[in-house]
């Protein structure tokens, strides 16, 4: 479990009339978050496939696209074809999770799976072997800048056990409320995918902010195990 820290800021922080500006201020950062919302699945509605392409041709940092939609093995390879790097999907939308997640990594990308805030860690018990990455929600999807859940600190030491005893390495991806002040405590606890929309895109100088979080980030890193 040594992986390096890694920062994502999420896009739907971003002004998107300055969406090209925006990718651009971060391009000292590991990948793009990318938020598909289908106003079904979250109580909002955001971007499609054009937009993961859209941001391909705008920055040559790796997509990390987060479906929070219904029914994703319908959609699913709209976001592969459109440069998609990585994808993960809601434990809670996929009624056929091995099925979604094989035929992600068979397209030649990395797969990943998604909890919401109120499900249970030990619903990985078996995909952890199968999956590249693992995100917890710290906030229920939805919107950006909500407060981080204080629970996750807990999932997330439940998920470095599960990880340990299946002698899985998936990343460990958290999203929703991560800033200076809460990156320490995630770290800690053993995640290391980032993702950070309002902490990242609300600071005067973006590329900082990376920076700074990934550099806190990596002074609270959990022991090696
Ligand atoms: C919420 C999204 C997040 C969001 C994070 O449903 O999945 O990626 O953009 O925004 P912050 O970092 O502001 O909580
Ligand atoms: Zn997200």
């Given at each position: ?77 709209w976001y592969i074809d459109a440069g998609a790097d990585l994808v993960t999907v809601h434990y809670e939308t996929a009624s056929h ?79 929703g409320g991560i800033s200076l002040a809460t990156i320490n405590r995630v770290v800690a606890a053993g995640a290391n995918l980032l993702v950070a929309g309002s902490a990242v895109f ?24």
């Amino acid at each position: 479990m040594t992986h390096p820290i890694r920062i994502a800021p999420s896009i739907l922080s971003v002004n998107l009339g300055h969406l090209a500006h925006s990718l651009e201020s971060i391009s000292c950062a590991d990948y793009v978050h990318i938020d598909v919302m289908d106003g079904h699945f979250t109580p909002n509605l955001t971007f499609g496939p054009e937009m993961v392409r859209a941001c391909k041709g705008l920055t040559d940092l790796p997509l990390d696209v987060h479906l929070m939609i219904t029914n994703p093995d319908e959609t699913i390879d709209w976001y592969i074809d459109a440069g998609a790097d990585l994808v993960t999907v809601h434990y809670e939308t996929a009624s056929h999770l091995n099925r979604v997640v094989n035929h992600i990594k068979s397209r030649g990308i990395k797969a990943g799976v998604v909890l919401n805030p109120s499900t249970p860690v030990c619903m990985l018990e078996d995909i952890i072997d199968d999956v590249d990455v693992v995100m917890l929600m710290s906030v229920n999807p939805g919107f950006s800048g909500q407060s981080f859940i204080e629970g996750t600190v807990a999932k997330l030491r439940k998920l470095t056990e599960l990880c340990r005893a299946h002698d899985a390495d998936p990343l460990i991806e958290v999203d929703g409320g991560i800033s200076l002040a809460t990156i320490n405590r995630v770290v800690a606890a053993g995640a290391n995918l980032l993702v950070a929309g309002s902490a990242v895109f609300g600071a005067d100088d973006p590329a900082q902010m990376v920076r700074d979080l990934r550099d806190a980030g990596e002074a609270a890193r959990a022991p090696r195990a």
